[in-house]
Every structure is written in structure tokens, then in C-alpha cells.
């Protein structure tokens, strides 16, 4: 919900006309456990026509989720604006990681947005 949230903002954002500037985003970051990939509204076209999110995102996908891991990487690959999505990959499921390692590395990631969420 809240990729599909971001990307009807920017469609919004990229059909607005005129001298006002486009609506602040939604929100200044997200955090995606686990996402899918979007089908595109009209159902027979490719997700990538969804366009793309400016906000930082972080995606965090197990590589043993089997229905979930391809659409965590499509999505920050082809839904994301370049260089704004990172991409972090657990060894469990369909789990929010709970292993020390794992959840450091999430963390500190989570507090790298909140970081550069306050420079803007």
C-alpha cells in the first residue's frame, strides 16, 4: 500500500499543471518488508508503467521467501527513482528478521534515512 500510496503521488505530482509545485510527498522515507510487485492498475500492462518513487526506501527481503523475494528487488529496481532505494537481503522467509546481525544492519539503515530525511 504505501508504494502504490508513493506512485499515485507522483502520478499526481507529474500531471499537475501551472506554477504551483508539486504536493510534499507522503511521507520523507519508507521502510518495505517483504514487498510485492505491483501489477499495473489496468492489469495487462508491465508494473515498471507505474513510474517511479522519488522517497529513500529500504527493502528488506529474505532470499528464502520464495513468492516475495522477486518482487522486493523489482520493485526497488524498477519503481524507485535511481539511487534512492536500498536493497537488503536476509537469509530467512517471509519474516521480519529478528537475528542480531540482521536487525543492526536494518537499524542502521533506518537510521541513515531518518538522517538524511532531516538534511531536506
Known sequence: ???????????????ATGPAAPPTPPFRFAVLFSCPYLPYPGGD????EWGAMRVPSL?????RDDEWFEGSRAVARENC????ATLLVHDGGH??????ETVGRVSREIARLVRESREV
Open 59 to 63: 527493502h528488506v527481503a529474505g532470499r
Open 81 to 84: 527513482v535511481d539511487g534512492t
Open 95 to 100: 519474516v521480519v528478521p529478528r537475528d542480531p
Open 45 to 48: 500492462r508491465d508494473a515498471a
Open 1 to 15: 500500500m504505501s508504494v502504490a500510496l508513493a506512485l499515485e503521488h507522483e502520478a499526481q505530482a507529474a500531471a
